[in-house]
């Protein structure tokens, strides 16, 4: 199972990003996905996470973060809206996934995208 993460990039503050995070690979079900991410000198955090279609958000990004998934095509999304200075940081993509009906659910990471809000 791989995860690919992408859409990161620069952007202003008050700005939008959109991230896309596909898994690929001999996948039965995936359990949950989410979005965590890392700033320099600080420990990884979950941003956004969502499980059969429930959602939950780290405060600092309610009401800005918005995160999908489309079942069909084993993607997921967070769509970044009011970005500001402190969201920079490298975002990465977990996938819970299951690889057979008997088996038991692994963690899965993407390689990271880095998100840069400055002026």
């Known amino acids: 199972v791989q995860l690919q993460a992408s859409g990161g990039g620069l952007v202003e503050p008050g700005g939008s990003l959109r991230l896309s995070c596909a898994a690929s690979?001999?996948?039965?079900?995936?359990?949950?996905m989410s979005w965590y991410r890392q700033a320099p000198g600080k420990q990884r955090e979950l941003v956004a996470v969502?499980?059969?279609?429930?959602?939950n958000y780290a405060d600092s990004v309610k009401d800005r973060f918005t995160i999908s998934r489309d079942n069909a095509k084993n993607t997921m999304h967070l769509q970044m809206n009011s970005l500001k200075l402190e969201d920079t940081a490298v975002y990465y993509c977990?996938?819970?996934?299951?690889?057979?009906?008997?088996?038991?659910?692994?963690?899965?990471w993407g390689q990271g995208t880095q998100v840069t809000v400055s002026s």
């Open positions: 977990n996938a819970k996934i299951r690889q057979s009906i008997y088996g038991t659910t692994s963690d899965y």
């Open positions: 690979g001999r996948i039965f079900i995936i359990d949950a």
């Open positions: 969502i499980i059969r279609g429930n959602t």
